[in-house]
Structures are given as structure tokens and as C-alpha cells.
């Protein structure tokens, strides 16, 4: 799966259902829900693997660092057009 766009965000009750950390709480926290979920199943079951879920939680990942990166230099930009 390749991750094109951003997923709704989680509401408060779904950030502590899932136990999802304050640092991961961005908007790539409902991947990381379903990679906790699938770690927990594997526990269960050993035969279960997650990487497909880590995949998709560290691309998005990926993509927000570099929408942010493009958000801050675009605030730059504007600062030295101001200026």
C-alpha cells in the first residue's frame, strides 16, 4: 500500500484506545494504531507479520516531514519577500 494522502486524525478516545505515545501523535497516528495493533497479534500469534503496517507508518511518516519541510519553506520565502 502506498500512502498518497494523509488519513483523518483519531480522536482523544482513539489516541488512548490505541495507547498511542504523545510524540506519535500526529497525523500518521492512525498507521501507528494499526502497527500496535498488529504487534500485539503477532505476540499472540507468531505467524503474523507487521512490516506491510511498519511500511506504511514510516512512509506517511515520511510524507509529513517533507509536507512540513515545504510548508516552512514556503513561510520563509514569504518572510524574505516581506522584507
Known amino acids: 500500500m502506498s500512502v498518497t494522502k494523509f488519513p483523518p486524525l483519531l ?3 482513539d489516541l488512548q484506545k490505541y495507547k498511542v505515545p504523545l ?5 500518521c ?25 511498519k511500511h506504511a507508518w514510516e512512509e506517511c511518516e515520511n ?3 517533507i509536507r512540513r519541510k515545504q510548508e516552512l519553506a514556503q513561510v520563509k520565502q514569504a518572510r524574505k519577500e516581506e522584507a
Do not use: E, M, P
Open 63 to 65: 510524507l509529513d516531514l
Open 11 to 13: 480522536s482523544d478516545d
Open 29 to 53: 497516528a492512525f498507521y501507528f494504531a494499526l502497527y500496535q495493533t498488529c504487534l500485539i497479534r503477532q505476540s499472540a500469534n507468531g505467524s503474523v507479520d507487521c512490516g506491510h503496517d
Open 23 to 27: 510524540k506519535w501523535r500526529d497525523r
